[in-house]
């Protein structure tokens, strides 16, 4: 992730200046994302709304657990490579659940988990065929929400793309992205 879309960097300081005008208590984040498969070359650029539902269960030790439904859209493309063209983006959009674990009082650090379909506008991204323009994501990740209500939310994630066998082939592919949110 050495560089980022500048819409990423735009859009993330568009969401900070919301700052001052949230509520006390959030029901959901407005996030922008970044990351990149190593071992395939691909880029990923998201944008996602995500929405608390019911309410905390409450865990021992200070912690609870929050559920999530997030939906997101976002292009998928080809790293070039020296001495070759990029291919042309794919486009996604998608629909999650999340699990998030979470400080029992006030902002902190965050687990969370999750998965669900995505639809692309493609079944391949340049050379990296993914046998389906179904597929489902599933994720793990860290974060921790700042500021005063914890408003601002940054995490890092690590997922998991492909058609569950729906299709074939299923290579699947496995991003690493970088998540700034602010909370509404």
Not at 1 to 23: D, H, K, N
Not at 120 to 149: E, I
Request: net charge positive; glycine share 14%.
């Amino acid at each position: 992730m050495a560089r980022v879309a500048p819409a990423c960097i735009i859009g993330g300081i568009g969401l900070l200046t919301l700052l001052p005008l949230l509520p006390a208590a959030a029901a959901g984040t407005a996030a922008v994302e970044a990351g990149r498969s190593w071992a395939d070359e691909v880029a990923v650029r998201r944008v996602s709304l995500a929405r608390y539902w019911g309410g905390a269960w409450a865990l021992g030790a200070g912690w609870r657990v929050r559920p999530l439904w997030a939906l997101s859209a976002g292009r998928l493309r080809p790293m070039a490579r020296v001495g070759t063209a990029k291919s042309a983006a794919v486009y996604q959009a998608g629909l999650r659940l999340l699990v998030r674990l979470l400080a029992a009082r006030g902002p902190g650090p965050f687990l969370e988990a999750g998965t669900g379909p995505v639809y692309l506008t493609d079944d391949a991204v340049g050379d990296h065929k993914l046998g389906s323009r179904l597929q489902f994501r599933s994720h793990a990740g860290v974060g921790v929400l700042l500021g005063p209500g914890g408003h601002l939310e940054l995490a890092y994630a690590y997922s998991h793309t492909s058609n569950a066998h729906l299709g074939w082939p299923n290579p699947g592919i496995n991003f690493h992205t970088l998540r700034l949110g602010v909370a509404f």
